[in-house]
């Protein structure tokens, strides 16, 4: 069994930054595809960020030279580099491990930016 526990979620003006972690517990994390993913009230949850074990990255759109996933196999940890935050970035944001049948998500963090 893994959980996952993020951090680093607050409030931050437009054009701001925050830089969120998803700290893993077991022995493997290095062999997981990462992904940070997003949600709004009454929205699907969509990707915002993956990254796979071997370090290949992939992006929404919406995010694509603002934010940057990276992670940190030695201490279990996928961050989240968010810059130039735009109020439409406000949700509750989720990490996700997946390994074959296996996939599992944290509780969230509350990102808002306000205007």
């Known amino acids: 069994q893994v959980q996952l526990v993020e951090s680093g979620g607050g409030l931050v003006q437009a054009g701001g930054s925050l830089r969120l972690s998803c700290a893993a517990s077991?022995?493997?994390?290095?062999?997981?595809?990462m992904g940070w993913y997003r949600q709004a009230p009454g929205k699907q949850r969509e990707l915002v960020a993956q990254?796979?074990?071997?370090?290949?990255?992939n992006y929404a759109d919406s995010v694509k030279g603002r934010f940057t996933i990276s992670r940190d196999n030695a201490k279990n940890t996928v961050y989240l580099q968010m810059n130039s935050l735009k109020p439409e970035d406000t949700d509750v944001y989720y990490c996700?491990?997946?390994?074959?049948?296996?996939?599992?998500w944290g509780q969230g963090t509350q990102v808002t930016v306000s205007s």
């Open positions: 996700r491990g997946t390994l074959a049948r296996y996939d599992y």
């Open positions: 077991g022995n493997i994390f290095r062999l997981m595809v």
């Open positions: 990254i796979t074990s071997g370090g290949t990255t």
